[in-house]
């Protein structure tokens, strides 16, 4: 029985011992098809690279490779500045997969096939790997369970990775479906893909969520300040040099 269940980088690592110490493989979604005793970790990164990074570490160091999700639109980071760039290029050199993480608000639906092309070939660009997979971001109802390819990336909302594929997520910073280790899927040894986001799990100690939220808003400030400050002579009231 799993108990080692925390948001923090032991509570993740206990998980992935877990799964392996009961048969359990992981793969990615771009080499394999759903099977027994099959794990398929994703990432939907929508905050923090910093987060991913320090996440893919601790897998590479457990042998585990999983495919990061990246949110090409985000409002919290640029995938073509610098930091952002040599964090992409450490998770493709730790020998995991990168794809792209599409917010489907972003675009008008006419136009969403020639977005999504387009910002994976951004993604390629960046990473210097090849995007050839994809997750979406708040994606629309008729997109899940759909269909396994769209614009010849794979789709992580395919039927064959939400029918075939158990599906389990931790999208509040809570297992949305109950302890992965306590359901069905894993008990019965059926194909598993294991949903989760770095900015739950990165850390050393365990706290809530919405604190989780909070420390995630100061880095940002912190990093904010210091990019005006690298950028600007001016000095802005209430902001010490």
């Given at each position: 029985?799993?108990?080692?269940?925390?948001?923090?980088?032991?509570?993740?690592?206990?998980?992935?011992?877990?799964?392996?110490?009961n048969?359990?493989?992981?793969?990615?979604?771009?080499?394999?098809?759903?099977?027994?005793?099959?794990?398929?970790?994703?990432?939907?990164?929508?905050f923090?690279?910093?987060?991913?990074?320090?996440?893919?570490?601790?897998?590479?160091?457990?042998g585990?490779?999983?495919?990061?999700?990246?949110?090409?639109?985000?409002?919290?980071?640029?995938?073509?500045?610098?930091?952002?760039?040599?964090?992409?290029?450490?998770?493709?050199?730790?020998?995991?997969?990168?794809?792209?993480h599409y917010?489907?608000?972003?675009?008008?639906?006419s136009?969403?096939?020639?977005?999504?092309?387009?910002?994976?070939?951004?993604?390629?660009?960046?990473?210097?790997?090849?995007?050839?997979?994809?997750?979406?971001?708040?994606?629309?109802?008729?997109?899940?369970?759909?269909?396994?390819?769209?614009?010849?990336?794979?789709?992580?909302?395919?039927?064959?990775?939400?029918v075939?594929?158990?599906?389990?997520?931790?999208?509040?910073?809570?297992?949305?479906?109950?302890?992965?280790?306590?359901?069905?899927?894993?008990?019965n040894?059926?194909?598993?893909?294991l949903?989760?986001?770095?900015?739950?799990?990165?850390?050393?100690?365990?706290?809530?969520?919405?604190?989780?939220?909070?420390?995630?808003?100061?880095?940002q400030?912190?990093?904010?300040?210091?990019g005006?400050?690298?950028?600007?002579?001016v000095?802005?009231?209430?902001?010490?040099?």
């Open positions: 029985m799993f108990v080692g269940y925390q948001f923090n980088k032991e509570g993740y690592s206990n998980l992935l011992s877990t799964f392996a110490e048969g359990y493989r992981f793969e990615t979604f771009d080499i394999s098809n759903p099977a027994p005793k099959t794990c398929f970790i994703r990432h939907d990164i929508d923090d690279l910093d987060a991913a990074v320090t996440i893919a570490k601790l897998e590479a160091a457990q585990i490779s999983a495919s990061y999700f990246i949110l090409t639109s985000a409002p919290f980071y640029n995938i073509f500045e610098q930091n952002s760039v040599a964090a992409l290029r450490k998770l493709a050199s730790l020998g995991h997969k990168i794809g792209l917010d489907v608000t972003q675009t008008h639906e136009d969403m096939d020639k977005a999504i092309l387009k910002e994976a070939g951004w993604l390629s660009n960046a990473s210097g790997q090849k995007c050839e997979m994809m997750s979406f971001h708040r994606p629309l109802k008729e997109l899940l369970r759909g269909p396994d390819e769209i614009c010849g990336l794979i789709s992580t909302y395919g039927k064959k990775w939400m075939d594929a158990a599906y389990m997520s931790d999208s509040t910073g809570a297992w949305r479906f109950g302890m992965p280790t306590e359901q069905e899927a894993f008990i040894g059926g194909p598993i893909q949903l989760t986001h770095p900015i739950w799990w990165h850390s050393e100690e365990e706290v809530a969520p919405e604190i989780r939220l909070r420390e995630f808003l100061e880095m400030y912190a990093r904010t300040i210091s005006i400050k690298g950028n600007s002579t000095a802005i009231d209430g902001i010490e040099g």
